[in-house]
């Protein structure tokens, strides 16, 4: 699969207006930082068997983006902190390489704070920041992905509101333009929906080939008919392949869905199908 790299009309913004600022190599930092933490997030997808096909540069980072947004929320959790945990590490190795070298602390001080605040930024509770994405998770466990997106919508502009008004606060003190620009841009953000920031599974079965010659247990899961598509990924395992017997509400058959075709649904459906429309389309087909 080929990777694309697209540049959001908000980064360009955001690029132009920090070299007008005269913050050239404070930007020369962040891109390298953000660089680095993407890097760890598609490390970790491909450990986890992510295919990430398009590279999307954002205000608040890079966008690795597939097709359809099918993960369980565990695996959406790891991967999303791996990001900030990255920045964290990073900063934690040039800090620590200060005390031994003295003289790097020149050249690399704006790369430190670069990467302590793209950590602790991308941590907030804002879509499609990690933080946010850990939230969707947590939240996707309770209540539909739509829902959790609008709640997470409107926390994102709680956050941008926040931060206009912490710069109302220190026009009083010390004016500090950097809350404001981040109080924009979170706004602009969360306005401006990235609909395609989402990692694609790569294959449910390759992982399993080779422990067909140890054997593997086929268990049947029943299922209603209005169970989403990312429910009966998220039932599956390396342990067994999983066949699911989907029933209508007096529980009579209504069909049945392979685990061995899953992949291909998944490259046709959105997580958030329900089996039901599923099989009658592909009665349909």
């Known amino acids: 699969m080929k990777f694309k790299v697209k540049l959001h009309p908000l980064f360009i913004v955001f690029v132009c207006l920090l070299i007008c600022l005269g913050w050239f190599w404070e930007l020369l930092a962040y891109i390298v930082t953000i660089c680095l933490h993407e890097l760890s997030h598609a490390i970790v997808a491909k450990f986890k068997g992510y295919q990430l096909n398009q590279y999307t540069f ?29 920045n964290f590490c990073v900063a934690i190795f040039f800090t620590a390489l200060w005390w031994l070298f003295p003289v790097t602390y020149i050249y690399t001080y704006v790369f430190v704070v670069a990467n302590v605040i793209t950590g602790i930024v991308n941590l907030l509770p804002i879509f499609p920041m990690d933080g946010g994405r850990v939230m969707l998770a947590l939240l996707s466990k309770k209540s539909n992905r739509t829902q959790s997106l609008k709640i997470l919508k409107i926390i994102g502009f709680a956050f941008s509101i926040l931060f206009v008004i912490l710069f109302v606060v220190s026009t009083f003190f010390t004016v ?20 395609t920031n989402f990692y694609v599974k790569t294959s449910f079965l390759t992982s399993k080939i080779a422990s067909l010659k140890k054997g593997l247990v086929i268990r049947e899961v029943a299922v209603s008919v209005n169970t989403s598509l990312y429910k009966l990924i998220s039932q599956t395992n ?14 009579t058959v209504f069909g049945v869905i392979e685990e061995s075709k899953l992949e291909q649904l998944a490259q046709i459906y959105p997580a958030s199908a329900t089996v039901k429309t599923i099989l009658s389309q592909q009665v349909l087909i």
């Not at 500090?176 to 609909?195: A, H, M, P, Q, R």
């Open 176 to 195: 500090n333009y950097t809350i404001l620009v981040l109080g924009i841009f979170i706004f602009l953000t969360v306005l401006w929906e990235d609909k």
């Open 238 to 251: 390396s342990e067994t392949i999983t066949n699911f017997k989907v029933l209508n509400d007096d529980l």
């Open 58 to 86: 954002m205000p608040h980072g890079i966008s690795l983006s597939g097709q359809n947004m099918l993960f369980t929320a565990k695996d959406e959790i790891v991967i999303a902190l791996a990001g900030p945990f990255s």
